[in-house]
């Protein structure tokens, strides 16, 4: 069963086909996209297909993605997961996108931190990684500010847009994030 997680203002969900039309508002936006690693979505076919790879992966056991919702409104806003769960070796790496409309009040902030949460206590992860495009700044600060430790550049680690782009490896680990929070 797919965990339904709380935060003082969001309600992480499983996704499902009636969120296609927000999810493709979402990647086919190129202020959205510009840093995510993967093409802008033209089709919502495309949107679909997202949904369907998650759904798989989580059926695997490969992988979550939640859709970001704020309570009270049942408004879909993004959504954040773990890509690349490994169960046997205890670590996942995460990921995360928002509509624009929702940037800096701090939605993106409160879901990646309940899931690191999740990820520690109930998968019992060890470490949590991110990939992140050095030019991305609020991206990298997000993962700074909630204890991601920068431990490099990945050159040409993301072909996207005709262009092979370095990214920043950071990550955080159990016991450090349990010391600090």
Do not use: C
Request: proline residues 3%; neutral net charge; hydrophobic residues 35%.
């Amino acid at each position: 069963m797919f965990p339904v997680l709380k935060t003082e203002r969001l309600i992480l969900r499983e996704l499902t086909e009636y969120d296609a039309k927000v999810i493709f508002s979402i990647l086919s936006n190129p202020h959205v996209t510009r840093y995510y690693g993967k093409e802008t979505f033209k089709k919502i076919e495309e949107a679909n297909e997202f949904i369907n790879y998650f759904k798989q992966k989580f059926n695997e056991k490969r992988g979550f993605r939640w859709g970001i919702e704020i309570k009270d409104s049942e408004q879909l806003v993004g959504t954040v997961g773990f890509d690349a769960w490994v169960p046997k070796q205890r670590r996942a790496e995460i990921g995360y996108e928002l509509h624009p409309e929702f940037w800096n009040n701090g939605y993106a902030t409160e879901a990646v931190s309940k899931i690191i949460s999740f990820g520690f206590d109930s998968l019992e992860l060890i470490r949590i990684g991110a990939i992140v495009f050095p030019e991305n700044e609020p991206s990298n600060k997000l993962l700074q500010k909630i204890g991601f430790q920068k431990e490099g550049i990945l050159r040409n680690y993301i072909y996207q847009d005709g262009v092979s782009n370095d990214t920043y490896v950071y990550s955080i680990i159990n016991k450090d994030y349990k010391q600090s929070y």
